[in-house]
């Protein structure tokens, strides 16, 4: 499976999108649009963000499918909520 892109190989500036293409109507639109911030997290920390939804937002839960500390996952989602943060920041800038 392709993955989207999120991170330019020549200077590592984050990507944005330019062209969407419906293969339905052949309608294109054309334009600057960065990514939304979910998008910008690593596939690790979005499959985290899925899987804590599905667990209604238990970090007891997460804890434990993961195997992991309660303090660890929560530093895990506090981590992940700083990088949406900043995210978030530089697109309203």
């Not at 910008?40 to 997460?62: H, I, N, P, R, T």
């Amino acid at each position: 499976m392709k993955r989207l892109p999120k991170i330019c190989p020549s200077c590592a500036a984050t990507l944005h999108v330019k062209t969407m293409f419906c293969p339905s109507c052949d309608t294109k639109i054309d334009g600057d649009y960065p990514l939304p911030a979910l998008m910008q997290l690593s596939e690790e920390d979005q499959a985290f963000v899925c899987d804590f939804v599905k667990s209604s937002g238990s970090l007891k839960e997460m804890a434990s499918k993961m195997g992991l500390s309660y303090p660890t996952v929560r530093n895990r989602l506090d981590d992940i909520i700083e990088r949406l943060t900043q995210s978030e920041e530089g697109v309203n800038n």
